[in-house]
């Protein structure tokens, strides 16, 4: 893989080659910039003006010759509505194909121009970076707040692609008038569902939807699952990936994501009563839910390492470390330890290989079906989520085999080592481990001729078939003068090997995206966690009535992402959806405290329900978001971004069930106030830390 710079140069449209943003310049400018404020500070006013000056020229430049080809291509499409009226009334099939061929022709060009388009925002948000980066200011911020909401933002123009919208639709309607079945009109805007026939349809689409990350609801959920994106154009197919790919594994990768999530909220309703009936306070059900996560905290580390070299084994592991762990718990209510039950929880914790699921996704999976994988592992998580506390709502009995108790408290634990034992028989059966070979890089292919189909960027004969050994010893040595400060394209392609180089990667964006996962997670584990201890002490709730509780607060999460994902996110920027979410959940949290005596069951479950929902709807444009500031470093290798955020998850989980245990010894009237608080407190300080971040995230 080349730096950015060189593949700029390599894509680029020949005819448009002046009207692309000057990177190479653009660069200079910084290495510049760097020499001049290591001479003398009084230069930093200087360089922020002309930087201004020289960027703001530069989109203006983009901006002015994108609207130029939008009105090129309105007017072709104009004289073409004029010859789609009068040839409908004709119905001369012959013309019709002719004229559906040109519509098809004007959409080739609109992809081009999205190519256009997609190239130089990243070429912008690009240098912006390594402005930040060389020079040591957040222009970034500045920069944004100062031209995104300008009534003449030009940088809206390239960010938002306003007006492009209206050729595609244009494209799209026509079209679909076209088909064949031309005695029954249907127009694309009474259905906006409408599959369409012709691909140059799909292709325009693909292109907007990566130029804008605006997404239907499978697009949403797949980046619920924090499956980092290549930040450049990718071929439209991963051959590697669909030699790889195995449907039955892939299957039973998703059915280890839903058990662990049934086995992790499964025990949630009856550790209070399990924690009493071995003889210690109902508040270490905090310690016994926590222990899972703590050793949850080390697994996610070797079985992300473990997954560089397999998968099926990693799984098999898995499954017989789940099978002794519930074992252990079910075991420790004949034994009467409670030691026994929290070891027996750390063993689930060990087993947890959510990393390989994710990692299995990204490699072995093509790129077509990968999104819809993905969001296949979010609501698979979600199910078994809400199937947890369900279940254990069915398993109220009580009765002796073998001198074995099987009850509400262990009962949970032998259903599961049973679930594991038969999930294990089927992935010793049918898993098959896909080849470990190096998948070797698809460079992207020379844009010059500017001809492309269905997507697709092909060479053409426009370029010049010699190049003189005097004009590419000149580029090289421009381009090494140019790139001399900077990190190797290998470097920079190279997954990181370490937490602490995982850590210089993260940006202030990314450091507070992971401080709102921590705290949604912190929230939610708070609320779910005390639940059995706080309905029983208040309103003396059954084991069933939290049960059926917290599998309906587990019912909502597919239904809000797709809220969020089909409606919400067309309709607001993601950033003002995070914020807004955030301060609901502060919101829920505030009405959950035990103020107002006495403490009423309306107050309790729709404090907690906001509180619950509003998380959701965090998670799903907190992951989103996240996805796209994160260094592309981060999408390979142990550390990746996926393994980041699970261990701010779990380290969250750990944290707030530490909270319960400890909160328990003030007594239980004390209890909800005390865990409450900080969750109050790390709101407000991620509330304040978006406000601060906020147009970086434009």
Known sequence: MVNFGKKLKETQIQEWQGYYINYKLMKKKVKNYVQQIEVSEQSREYVLKDFSRILDKQIEKIVLFLLEQQGELASRLFILGQEHDVLVQQQDGSKLSELQESYRDIGRELLRLLFFVEMNAIGVRKILKKF??????????????????????????????????????????????????????????????????????????????????????????????????????????????????????????????????????????????????????ATLCGAVIGSMAVAQVFSSVYFSAWSNKSYMKPLVFSSIVLLVGNTLYALAYDFNSIYLLLVGRLFCGLGSARAVNRRYITDCVPLHLRMKASAGFVSASALGMACGPAVACLLQTNFKFLKITFNQDTLPGWIMALSWFLYLLCLWTTFSEPPKEEIEDVPLPKANSGLIENGSVQKGITQPLLVSEEEMKQDEDEDEDCDNSEESSEEIQKPVTSIVSAYKLLTPSVKVQLLIYFMLKYAMEILLAESSVVTTYYFIWSTSNVAIFLACLGLTVLPVNILVGSYLSNIFEERQVLLASEILVCLGIVLSFHVVIPYSVLQYVGSALITFVAAEVLEGVNLNLLSRVMSSRLSKGTYNGGLLSTEAGTLARVFADSTITLAGYWGMSRLLNATLLPSLFICIFSIIATCFTYNSMY
Do not use: W
């Open 132 to 281: 930040d980066k060389r020079c040591g200011y957040k222009f970034t911020n500045y920069f944004v707040k100062t031209r995104a909401n300008h009534p003449y933002s030009q940088l809206r123009q390239i960010f938002k692609h306003v007006g492009i919208s209206a050729v595609v639709g244009t494209i799209s309607r026509n079209l679909a008038d076209l088909q064949e079945d031309k005695g029954n009109y249907t127009s694309i805007y009474d259905h906006p569902g409408l599959a369409l026939q012709d691909p140059i349809i799909g292709s325009i689409n693909q292109a907007v939807d990566r130029l804008t990350n605006s997404t239907d609801f499978l697009h949403y959920l797949g980046k619920h699952a924090l499956i980092l994106p290549e930040e450049l154009p990718t071929p439209p197919e991963d051959h590697a990936a669909n030699e790889r790919y195995h449907l039955m594994s892939l299957v039973l990768n998703l059915a280890n994501a839903f058990l662990y999530m049934v086995n992790t909220y499964i025990i949630v309703p009856t550790a209070d009563d399990y924690s009493l009936s071995l003889g210690a306070a």
